[in-house]
């Protein structure tokens, strides 16, 4: 919901911020934290909060959030068209997906950013095809950014 609809996934994240309130669930409000980032994609104070919540995990030691949260950090850098931190964004990815556990995740950001996949890599079967798929999360992007920027 939060790719999708940013409006409508703020009234889903704010009943799971109150719902998580009083729990002691630290992964189950991380993930809330992650909606919320893409939810805010595109804006240029999300950087600072892509990071802190990079050092909780860490913390926590929850690493196999870590390939979730730069997913949502690369469509924020998508949405912003910042290539460069693409880039770090997508080497944290390549790290933390080299034993093929959400290897696909570089894939999905390499679409939505337009770029080719690595040569290295070797893609996942999509049920619709890769250029659909590409397609879909390539538009979540371009939607965003209209939706920040409708005069673009």
Excluded: C
Excluded at 65 to 82: C, K, N, R, S
Excluded at 101 to 125: C, E, K, N, Q, T
């Amino acid at each position: 919901m939060a790719f999708h609809d940013p409006h409508q996934a703020a009234d889903e994240i704010d009943l799971a911020h109150q719902l998580l309130a009083s729990l002691d669930l630290r992964a189950t409000t991380i993930n809330a934290a992650i909606a919320t980032l893409i939810r805010d994609a595109g804006d240029p104070a999300l950087d600072t909060r892509i990071q802190a919540l990079r050092t909780e995990l860490d913390a926590a030691g929850l690493i196999s959030m870590a390939p979730t949260l730069e997913l949502a950090a690369a469509f924020h850098q998508a949405v912003l068209d910042d290539h460069d931190a693409l880039a770090a964004t997508l080497a944290r990815l390549h790290e933390q997906t080299r034993k093929g556990d959400y290897a696909y995740y570089i894939d999905i950001v390499s679409f939505m950013a337009g770029l080719p996949l690595p040569a290295d890599h070797a893609p996942p079967r999509w049920l619709d095809g890769e250029q659909t798929t590409r397609a879909r999360w390539r538009a979540l992007v371009t939607t965003r950014q209209h939706h920040r920027h409708p005069h673009r």
